[in-house]
């Protein structure tokens, strides 16, 4: 899989995360994922299509997303509620949206899906693709979380 495709998505998450809900991410080490089970405790999958197919997901620890959506709405989260699930699809679709405009300023032009939200302990992300999955996880102040990017070969 191209790193022109893929990083983009990671610049996204970093800088929506940032100007979103005032969350600084860091990159750790990114590796090839061959299993399904999220690394997160509450996930946003997202299916793209156009010159490249593939999905990309957002896994997010309970103690990092409970901060994010906090610092979105200005109030403490206790729990893993719809209100949670709701913004975890929302960010979902703002980093996808993010990376699809930086990918546009290469000559790369993708449309995306509506996204689904999964939560809950060892819960399962099922990308539909015929490639690599690579997952690059992220840590903050607040906790940890994975961007999973994978798209079909050629």
């Not at 893929?6 to 090839?32: D, G, Q, R, S």
């Not at 309970?62 to 979105?72: T, Y």
Request: hydrophobic fraction near 40%; include cysteine; charged fraction near 20%.
């Amino acid at each position: 899989m191209d790193v022109k495709i893929i990083n983009p998505f990671l610049e996204a998450a970093v800088n929506v995360l940032k100007t979103m809900a005032n969350i600084e991410a860091k990159p750790l080490k990114p590796y090839l994922k061959n299993d399904s089970i999220a690394k997160g405790d509450v996930s946003g999958i997202i299916g793209i299509t156009g010159d490249a197919q593939g999905s990309m997901s957002l896994s997010f620890s309970e103690s990092c997303i409970k901060a994010i959506v906090a610092n979105l709405f200005g109030t403490p989260v206790n729990e893993l509620n719809e209100e949670v699930k709701d913004a975890v699809g929302e960010l979902t679709n703002m980093i996808c949206g993010d990376a699809r405009r930086r990918l546009e300023a290469n000559n790369i032009s993708l449309q995306s899906g509506t996204p689904t939200v999964v939560a809950g302990k060892n819960h399962s992300i099922t990308h539909v693709h015929k490639g690599p999955c690579i997952a690059v996880p992220f840590t903050t102040e607040a906790g940890d979380f994975v961007v999973e990017v994978a798209f079909n070969n050629g």
